[in-house]
């Protein structure tokens, strides 16, 4: 199996003077394609640090970020922009929904931005599976805060993307819920051959994980 995601002495220092300290020290890891890895580990471990590295989303102090093949921090800012929109499906607690579009809207959103038309059948599908059917037209702000969620996901699978990205992304859903949400991120991910790297506290998730990364400090302290 090809390698998706690869770090080379990955860093990122916050802070200054005495205060400075590294909230990500020298990673290096790889994830091959269509992989589903957990990230596991304490509070302020480094964990969410380490998942911006990787999409994109933050610049490190020192190392490299490798996706496909390509040096993503070489890149420039725009063409990262891009190139994060389409490669990248990110899943957060903070769901970030537009508040004035509907549901469906918001899950299709990054198709638009990108011109690209919507795979109906694949979006009917994401929709069911997260339970969704009713709630197509109404405002995220109408939506119970797992409902908010699930639309977050749906977002983050609409544009199938090669690595989905996601922090606790479970966090605010009852087990029942969660249990299907992962689920549905496995059936993606094997059917479009993605990768899924996902933070998570919940050990059952983990466990069904193909391999767990335990960050300790900054590093990588057990696979
Ligand atoms: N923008 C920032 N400026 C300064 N320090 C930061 C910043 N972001 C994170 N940190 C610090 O870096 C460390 C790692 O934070 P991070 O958010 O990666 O932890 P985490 O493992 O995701 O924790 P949690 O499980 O609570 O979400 C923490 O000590 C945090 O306070
Ligand atoms: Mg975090």
Known sequence: MESIVRTEGLSKKYGSKQNEF?????INMEVKQGEFVAIVGKSGSGKSTLLHLLGGLDRPTSGKVYLNGKDIYGMKEDDLAIYRRRKIGFIFQAFNLVSSINVWENMVLPLGLDGKQVDETYMKEIIETLGLESKIHSLPNTLSGGQQQRVAIGRALSTKPDVILADEPTGNLDTKTSDEVIS??????KKYGQTIIMITHDEDIAQIADRRLVIEDGKVVRE
């Open 22 to 26: 590294y909230a990500i020290s020298n």
């Open 184 to 189: 549905l991120l496995k059936l993606s991910a």
